[in-house]
T-cell receptor, first 110, second 114 residues
Framework: ELKVEQNPLFLSMQEGKNYTIYCNYSTTSDRLYWYRQDPGKSLESLFVLLSNGAVKQEGRLMASLDTKARLSTLHITAAVHDLSATYFCAVDMGAQKLVFGQGTRLTINP | SAVISQKPSRDICQRGTSLTIQCQVDSQVTMMFWYRQQPGQSLTLIATANQGSEATYESGFVIDKFPISRPNLTFSTLTVSNMSPEDSSIYLC???????????FGDGTRLSIL
C-alpha cells in the first residue's frame, strides 16, 4: 500500500523567510503533483512533476522530484502572506489514482 | 482545463437519510473520481467511475453505502446512503484528461449530518 507522508504538518513562518516542505512516499512512482487548498475552497493544481529530477517554478514556489529517493520538495522563497494555505502532495499510484499526503498547513505572519 | 460543477455545494441532512451529489464536466472524460475530505484531513479516494462500467471502489468503501452512477462521459453522481454524523465531510469529484495533466477538482459538496 502506497503511503505518502508530508513534513511538517504545520508551519508558521514570517514573511520574507525561506522554507521547504517535504513529501516522502513509500513505493515506486514517477509522477507527483502539488496542490494548494485555501480554507473552504477546493484544490488548485500547482505543479506536475513527471520524471526524476523534474524541477518546476512558479513565482516564489519551486517543486522538485527525486524518484530514487522517493522524495519531493516544495520550496518557498521570501514568503508572503498570500501563500498562507494548506499544501498537499499527491502521488500517482497507477490507473490515474492519486494518494494524497496529510497536507501542510502553512501560516505566514507579517 | 476542464470546468467541473458540483451540486449541491453544501447541505445539512438528517441521520438515516441519503443524498445524491452531482458532478458535471464541460468536456468528455474517460475517468471521474470521487474523494472524501473529512474535517481538517487529507483527501481519500472513494471510487473511480468509468462510463459504461461499474465503479471501482477503494478499500473501506462499498457500493451499498456510496452508489455511483456514470451515465455518460460528462456526468456522474455519488449517493451517500443512510447517513450518520461520521459521514460529515467534503465530497469532491475530479477528472483528468491525459496522464501528463493534473487532476482537476470540483468545488466540493460540504455535507453535515445532524
Amino acid at each position: 500500500e502506497l503511503k505518502v507522508e508530508q513534513n511538517p504538518l504545520f508551519l508558521s513562518m514570517q514573511e520574507g523567510k525561506n522554507y521547504t516542505i517535504y513529501c516522502n512516499y513509500s513505493t515506486t512512482s514517477d509522477r507527483l503533483y502539488w496542490y494548494r487548498q485555501d480554507p473552504g475552497k477546493s484544490l488548485e493544481s500547482l505543479f506536475v512533476l513527471l520524471s526524476n529530477g523534474a524541477v518546476k517554478q512558479e513565482g516564489r514556489l519551486m517543486a522538485s522530484l527525486d524518484t530514487k529517493a522517493r522524495l519531493s520538495t516544495l520550496h518557498i522563497t521570501a514568503a508572503v502572506h498570500d501563500l498562507s494555505a494548506t499544501y498537499f502532495c499527491a502521488v500517482d499510484m497507477g490507473a490515474q489514482k492519486l494518494v494524497f499526503g496529510q497536507g501542510t498547513r502553512l501560516t505566514i505572519n507579517p | 482545463s476542464a470546468v467541473i460543477s458540483q451540486k449541491p455545494s453544501r447541505d445539512i441532512c438528517q441521520r438515516g437519510t441519503s443524498l445524491t451529489i452531482q458532478c458535471q464536466v464541460d468536456s468528455q472524460v474517460t475517468m471521474m473520481f470521487w474523494y472524501r475530505q473529512q474535517p481538517g484531513q487529507s483527501l481519500t479516494l472513494i471510487a473511480t467511475a468509468n462510463q459504461g462500467s461499474e465503479a471501482t471502489y477503494e478499500s473501506g468503501f462499498v457500493i451499498d453505502k456510496f452508489p455511483i452512477s456514470r451515465p455518460n462521459l460528462t456526468f456522474s453522481t455519488l449517493t451517500v446512503s443512510n447517513m450518520s454524523p461520521e459521514d460529515s465531510s467534503i465530497y469532491l469529484c475530479s477528472v483528468r484528461g491525459d496522464r501528463n495533466q493534473p487532476q482537476h477538482f470540483g468545488d466540493g459538496t460540504r455535507l453535515s449530518i445532524l
